[in-house]
Structure formats: structure tokens, C-alpha cells
Nanobody, 125 residues
């Protein structure tokens, strides 16, 4: 079982940056993939990015490519999401999630086993 703690959300102006962190405790070696998701009010949760722990391969949804960067520090059992050039449409609660198996469909909610508590990101002037 994993415990996940997210941090780094907040209020930022359009064009600004934030870095989200997701720290895990437990048997993290059993989880080969970590994803970031977001959910805006009245909308479904959607995959934002994913990283493979072993080789660092990354995946992004089209709307964040070139603006967001996912990374991991395996020694610290922590995954990061660097978000630059933020837009109002990026406003959502952001969740990290860890998966015990990796499938190509990294953006599917049902691939993941453990979820963080969520952190609010608000992009507004």
C-alpha cells in the first residue's frame, strides 16, 4: 500500500509557473508508472502526463505539450510536474496516481491503483 502526499498548488496569473510534487511512501518499487490527472468543476478527470519510473519515458496530453514537464526522483520516491505558461483552462484540482501495471493507455483513470488527495491549481488574473 502506498501513501501519497501532494503539494505545490496555488493561485497564479496567466503565463505563470507552478511545480507540483507527489511524494510516496511504501513499496514504491512495485509501481512502474506515475501519472498526473486533473479535474475541473463539472468535468471528468483527465490524464495530463505520465512517467515510467524505470526508463523515464514520458507522455503528455496534447494541450500541455511544450508547457508541462513531468520528472521523477526515484531516490526520493517523488514525482514532479513543472507547469509553465499556465492558462486559465489549466485551472483544476490536480492529482497524482501510481500504477502497479503499465499499459499504453496511460491517460485512463482505471490504470492507476493509488491516488493523492489532490491540490488546487487556479490560473487567474
Amino acid at each position: 500500500q502506498l501513501q501519497l502526499v501532494e503539494s505545490g498548488g496555488g493561485l497564479v496569473q496567466p503565463g505563470g509557473s507552478l511545480r507540483l510534487s507527489c511524494a510516496a511512501s511504501g513499496f514504491t518499487s512495485d509501481y512502474p508508472a506515475i501519472g498526473w490527472f486533473r479535474q475541473a468543476p463539472g468535468k471528468e478527470r483527465e490524464g495530463v502526463s505520465c512517467i515510467r519510473r524505470s526508463n523515464g519515458i514520458t507522455y503528455y496530453r496534447d494541450s500541455v505539450k511544450g508547457r508541462f514537464t513531468i520528472s521523477r526522483d526515484n531516490a526520493k520516491n517523488t514525482v514532479y510536474l513543472q507547469m509553465n505558461s499556465l492558462k486559465p483552462e489549466d485551472t483544476a484540482v490536480y492529482y497524482c496516481a501510481w500504477a502497479s501495471k503499465f499499459f499504453g493507455t496511460w491517460y485512463r483513470v482505471d490504470m492507476y491503483d493509488y491516488w493523492g488527495q489532490g491540490t488546487q491549481v487556479t490560473v487567474s488574473s
